[in-house]
């Protein structure tokens, strides 16, 4: 994984901390997702997330989760 793309992980999981009060090593997009599948009002996100990275291709959030839980690079 590229040094740009670390810096911009660690700033995601930041504001995810900051302004969220989320888990510490998680990224907003990952969140979006769980918090989709539990039904929690913040899951309304989750499609909002996927459009705006939809140039990256498909299902950003669930890919993000994924990496995260399987502790991998996410695919941006």
């Keep these: 994984m590229n040094y740009l793309l670390r810096?911009?992980?660690?700033i995601d999981q930041f504001?995810?901390?900051a302004?969220?009060?989320?888990?510490?090593?998680?990224?907003?997009s990952s969140v979006a997702w769980r918090m989709e599948q539990e039904h929690h009002f913040?899951?309304?996100?989750?499609?909002v997330i996927d459009f705006l990275f939809s140039y990256w291709g498909p299902d950003h959030c669930q890919h993000a989760f994924?990496?995260?839980?399987d502790?991998?690079?996410p695919k941006v």
């Excluded at 810096?7 to 660690?10: E, G, R, S, W």
Aim: hydrophobic letters at 45%; glycine letters at 6%; proline letters at 7%.
């Design 15 to 17: 504001f995810n901390v």
């Design 19 to 28: 302004l969220c009060n989320g888990q510490p090593d998680e990224t907003i």
């Design 42 to 47: 913040w899951g309304f996100m989750r499609p």
């Design 7 to 10: 810096i911009l992980i660690a």
């Design 66 to 69: 994924e990496a995260e839980r």
């Design 71 to 73: 502790r991998t690079a």
